[in-house]
């Protein structure tokens, strides 16, 4: 197959092919500027400006992938790399695929403490997570817990009211699906969001690597911040600069002949723009405007 030996001299990148993670995964490689055409129904997409190849896969199997060095570059949920307990280095955070992975019970039933679940039968799509959760809790190795883990690969909530399980295991992000299942949670297991992961013996040209991992940190930053400048009165900036203090330092530019005013420019966190112009305003700045960033490297 003509695409497959393209790949050999390409940095390949696991991409989560559907489910929760997919849309923001693209919409990642989409913001560094990795550009691909997918073609309905391949798996492989050859990138058009740089020579990486993008592999979609089943969010669940690119820990495997990536730890095994098959893949140089992954993104996928920290759940899916601990179920999988496979070492590979996750060097940045993507902020979306938040959820917690949590015991669940049915409402107003007999279980309100995991150690109840001792010797019971658990569900779980995570059962390697879930068997090493409850070995912990009994205080054994895995081969003489007396909990029972078995596996279902979707719809885990309908174990209980279908008397497979006493409690599942299964990821909780609004708790609606919990909720209107019946169950109610009593214990986290894990905590976890989409990461970008890395091989620990990446194939492909570190220098790439290096610089997709930047154009990704770029990403995440002109997500988390907003660019802000106004004018302010030079008396009046201590105050003000301790209001935008800026990632490292705000720029400043004279205005004006008589010496007296500056231009302040200086990223500030976006969730905190509306409390932050208030400040600025009460404190004398003038000409307050934000503007949103498409893009930087940091
Ligand atoms: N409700 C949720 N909220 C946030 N992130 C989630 C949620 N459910 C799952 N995730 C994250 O997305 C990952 C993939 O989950 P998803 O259910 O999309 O799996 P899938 O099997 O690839 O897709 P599908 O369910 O469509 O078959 C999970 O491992 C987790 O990291
Ligand atoms: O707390 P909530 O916001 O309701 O989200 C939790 C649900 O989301 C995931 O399933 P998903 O909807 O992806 O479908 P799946 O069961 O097919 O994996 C997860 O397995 C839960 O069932």
Redesign the pocket.
Known sequence: MDLVNHLTDRLLFAIPKK??LYQKSVEILNGSDIKFHRSQRLDIALSTNLPVALIFLPAADIPMFVGEGKCDLGITGVDQVREANIDVDLPIDLQFGS?KLQVQVPNNGEFTKPEQLVGKTIVS?FTNLTKRYFAELEGVSEDKMTTKVKYVG????ASCALGVADAIV?????????RAAGLTDIATVLDTSAHLIQSKHPKGDLELIETIKSRIEGVMTAQRYVYCTYNAAKISLPILLAITPGRKAPTLTNVGDDGEWVAVAAMIEKNKKGAIMDELKKNGATDIIVFDISNCRV
């Open positions: 489910g929760r959820c799509t979707g719809s885990v909530e299964d990821l909780v992000e609004s708790g609606e699906t919990m």
